[in-house]
């Protein structure tokens, strides 16, 4: 059975109210693999702006938490103004995502702590000055970073830090060393990010930096596993669900792609909703089978091909629950209460897989017709379609026609849930 108590932790953050500021469109770095290079104009939002949405986005009754980002935030001259600003809004939590270039400052880290800048993801994408300083495209930044991280964690100990490591075809082979060096800073918390196909990693860099998740399972699952050790904290993002079997609670919360669909890169994906795809991306197809968004822009044109369920009346509706422990108040904590909930149905479930019911009819994208928004279809994905499928799904004599079970089934109870069917069965 799993244990699910990592997962369950992780459900109080999730649950937050985490809003995400843009502030500058400029960065001092020159990454081989930023995502956002072509958008940097040498910009900074606009102050009213910028503060009427700190303002407007709290939630009350929520725990707050701001992030001050995009794309190198701490160049905008008034950072630490919109730091205490989002205090005295009330925030629980003020954080930032930086290269630390700018911190390398004693007077600017006084500056920013006493503003109350609580947190600090610092993106660190290998542990020795030639290949750090390589894939940022700056010379001197890893030891500038290195001594800067250590003042800060001696100077200011209330300071929560953690690392953030893109990983690619050049450190992938490095990555459980590279968790293993920050550790013995000090850090346990981590968030590792998987490259999606836009920006200079795209157009410039791809031979260089693409890698198959499949080629490397041995460095990522070494990774994963240092996930259990005590105290530590490890997030990923926008790998696809698949890379993490037997360490389902580390799959990202599907809810993530709100923020990178209709927030960060809304200008890639509006267009071609809107458009019925007829809009194509310049992404597309020839980096889909390393996205994590595949079946996001893809299913978008296949359920448009497949029949509307007339009477759903007939069915028992298999809905996704928001957070694991809404399946589990639903269905129960193990697999086998999971199970023994659907064989008591009496009426075809639809949204199930051949391997646990009869039916394996589903809902599709079409089910609701007026659905045009970039909005309305990334909720209707979270909701209904985003459903995941076990590597073993390739020994399955329907693995062609299936569809497979939503993502926060497999968050709950684990890819192991799904059994394939051999040619006997
Ligand atoms: S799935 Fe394909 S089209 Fe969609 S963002 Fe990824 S690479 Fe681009
Ligand atoms: S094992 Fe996989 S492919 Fe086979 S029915 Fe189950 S989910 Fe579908």
Partial sequence: MPNNSNLLSKEKTQKQNRIWVRIASVCNNNCIFCLDSNAHDWTFSDEEEIKKNIKDWFKE???????????????????????????????????????????????????????????????????????????????????????????????????????????????????????????????????????IPFGRWFHENRQKLFYKLEDYSNKLSETWKLS????????????????????????????????EVMWEWRHHFEPFILSNWNEKQECFPAACDSCFLKQYCNDFIDNQKKKIIDDKQKYFILKWEEFPSNVYEKYGKNKEDFIGFLKNIDKPILNLPKCLGWTWIYETYNDIMEEKSIEDYTEKYINDLYRKKSLRCAECKYNDKCEWIHINFIRSYWFNILNPINNNG
């Fill in 228 to 259: 259990k050790i005590k105290w530590m904290y490890m997030w990923t993002n926008r790998f696809p669900a698949e890379a993490f079997e037997n360490f389902e609670d580390l799959i990202q919360d599907p809810r993530k792609i709100k923020s």
């Fill in 61 to 195: 009754g929520f725990n707050n938490r701001v992030i001050i980002s995009w794309w190198e935030a701490s160049i905008n001259p008034k950072f630490s103004d919109y730091i205490s600003y989002a205090k005295e809004v009330w925030y629980n939590r003020v954080q930032t995502i930086t290269n630390w270039i700018m911190f390398a400052s004693e007077d600017f880290c006084k500056k920013v702590f006493n503003a109350w800048l609580e947190e600090v993801t610092f993106s660190m994408h290998w542990h020795n000055e030639t290949l750090h300083d390589y894939l940022v495209g700056t010379p001197g930044t890893f030891k500038k970073s290195l001594k800067w991280l250590l003042y800060i964690k001696k100077h200011f100990p209330n300071i929560i830090i953690n690392i953030d490591i893109v990983v690619n075809k050049i450190n992938i082979n490095y990555l459980p060393d590279i968790v293993k060096f920050y550790m013995k800073l000090g850090i346990y918390e981590f968030d590792i990010l998987q490259i």
